[in-house]
C-alpha cells in the first residue's frame, strides 16, 4: 500500500520577482484603465493628472517586463507568476501605445 504514489513532491518555489512582475502588471493594468475610462466618466477633457497617471503605469509595466523576463529566466521556479507578469504588462503597454496614437492623431 503505497499512499504516496499520487503526489509528486518538489524543490520548486514561486519566485518573488515573477510575482512582483505579477503584482506590477495588475496595478499598471487597472492604472492605465483608470486613467483612460475616468476622462469619459467624468465628461471631463484629459487633464495633466489623467497623462501622468497613464505614464506611470507604462513604467510600472516596463519594470514589470523586466521582472518578468528575469523571474522567467530563473531555473527550478514555477512560471506561473513571471508568465502572468509579462502578459499583464505587455497588455498594458500596448493599451498605452494605442491610446497615444488615438490622441496623437486626434490632436494633430
Known amino acids: 500500500m503505497n499512499i504516496f504514489g499520487k503526489y509528486k513532491f518538489s524543490d520548486k518555489v514561486h519566485s518573488p520577482v515573477g510575482i512582483m512582475s505579477a503584482i506590477l502588471g495588475c496595478i499598471a493594468l487597472v492604472s492605465s484603465l483608470l486613467a483612460t475610462v475616468m476622462p469619459y466618466l467624468t465628461k471631463a ?28 529566466s530563473k531555473k527550478g521556479d514555477y512560471g506561473l507568476f ?17 491610446i497615444i496614437v488615438i490622441f496623437g492623431a486626434v490632436i494633430r
Do not use: E
Open 45 to 72: 477633457s484629459s487633464s495633466v493628472r489623467y497623462a501622468a497617471a497613464l505614464a506611470l503605469a507604462l513604467v510600472m509595466a516596463l519594470v514589470g517586463i523586466i521582472l518578468g523576463f528575469v523571474g522567467k
Open 82 to 98: 513571471p508568465r502572468l507578469g509579462l502578459l499583464l504588462n505587455s497588455l498594458v503597454v500596448l493599451w498605452s501605445l494605442i
